[in-house]
């Protein structure tokens, strides 16, 4: 079993972390979760099908860590805003997924940093190479965030092999780009690595350590 993954960065904007939950804290946070899903503008771009309940968002949960997939929760100066995770994990890649919940939160940057202390984990905490994004083309805002992180189209049959959807649009992003285009954000977040597979600077002690 890996180490919960965790992620803190200090900005501007406030304290944000990205912490993967246990199963109390999934609780906790499940009406707020559910909230985020069931509004209308946030559920129509995630294609959401149903109306969650508390109970539903426990159960995703739980259904998405038995497929193996690495779930975080983010929270700004202690407040939950928004949740995302990292899925369909081989050896080397995986999707990103990212939510931003309050609607009056959206479109302020979060989002954008929420993604970089997701990708920071994907990349310097489980070693991954590259992450992929699937995002619907009607989906302005989410293709504006990816690109503006690095991410290009991808329609490798890799790549591909993500997409639920013909139409998905199917981005991604290697673990040298993001490396390189993030580094001033990756000299402030603060990262428990002590599941490392590789270290920044040669330490392969707590990335939290750096900052
Ligand atoms: C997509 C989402 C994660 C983006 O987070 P956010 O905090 O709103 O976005 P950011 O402010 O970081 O935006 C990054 C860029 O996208 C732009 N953007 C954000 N929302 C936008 C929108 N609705 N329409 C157009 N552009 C938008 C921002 O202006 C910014 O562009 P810039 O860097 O060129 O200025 C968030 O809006 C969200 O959760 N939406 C609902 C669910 C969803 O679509 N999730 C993604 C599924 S893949």
Known sequence: MSLPLRATWSTPQGLLTAIEPGPAEVKHAAARLAD?????????????????TPDDVVQLF??????GTRPLLYHRGGELVGDGD????????AEIAVLLG????????LGRRFA????ALAYEAMGLLRVHAMIRPENVGSLRMFGALGFTKDDSPMARSFAEED???????????FLAGAKE???????DVSESVET???????RGARG
């Open 185 to 191: 954000a990756l000299a402030e977040i603060r990262l």
């Open 167 to 177: 139409d998905d649009v199917c981005l991604s992003l290697g673990k040298t780009e």
């Open 116 to 119: 970089t202390m997701t990708l």
């Open 36 to 52: 985020f899903y069931n509004d209308p503008h946030n559920a129509a771009l995630l294609t959401n099908t149903i109306r969650f």
């Open 86 to 93: 990292l899925r369909n994990i081989t050896g080397t890649d």
């Open 62 to 67: 739980a259904d998405a860590r038995a497929e």
């Open 200 to 206: 920044r600077g040669g330490s392969g002690e707590m």
């Open 102 to 109: 309050p609607r009056a939160l959206q479109g302020l940057g």
